[in-house]
Every structure is written in C-alpha cells, then in structure tokens.
Nanobody, 112 residues
C-alpha cells in the first residue's frame, strides 16, 4: 500500500487549500479513506473520512462546514478541500487508508 499526499503549504487565515492523496496497492473502490492531522505537541486527530462504496462521510466538529472530503475512483485519489482556514488548522495532514496505512504527511500552515 502506498499513499502520497500533496497540496500543503502556507496560506493566510481565511484562505483555501486542496490536499490530495494518491493511493495504490489496494482496492480503492472498497475502502475507508481518511485525513488526520497532528499539530506540534498534540495527538493525531481524525479530520474527515469517506467510505466506498456509497460515499458516506464523517467530519470532525472543528472542520464541519469548512472542509470537504471527496474521492475519485478513476484516479484512486482522495481530496480534502479546506476553506476558511484558521491558524488552529496548522498541522501536518496525513492520509490514511482503512485505519491501517499512512502517508508521509504534508504540512499546512495558516498564518498571516
């Protein structure tokens, strides 16, 4: 299993970023794909999950209404659209498949 995140960076408060995770090595059509994040000195927390088939989603309360998780079965990718970003969203964001496998993480920094 391989998960490769991209799309992190530095953005001002109120801005947007789109993270992507390219997945391989398992059947993406039947999977639970998640984004987690870990801020310095804090435990890793679940941000959002999407389950296939069906496309059901889950969001942490802290990101509801601002973040949207989506997947593209044709490209084996899962995306996280992050809008109205806040400084407290600053963290390393990790892609996870089926609660077991992890990507290397991508840094998101929200600062003016």
């Amino acid at each position: 299993v391989r998960l490769v995140e991209s799309g992190g960076g530095l953005v001002q408060p109120g801005g947007s970023l789109r993270l992507s995770c390219a997945a391989s090595g398992f059947d993406f059509r039947y999977s639970h794909m998640s984004w987690y994040r870990q801020a310095p000195g804090q435990t890793r927390e679940l941000v959002a999950t999407i389950s296939s088939p069906g496309g059901s989603t889950y969001y942490a309360d802290s990101v509801k209404g601002r973040f949207t998780i989506s997947d593209d079965n044709a490209k084996n990718t899962v995306n996280l659209q992050m809008n109205s970003l806040k400084p407290e969203d600053t963290a390393v964001y990790y892609c996870n498949s089926n609660w077991v496998y992890w990507g290397q993480g991508t840094q998101v920094t929200v600062s003016s």
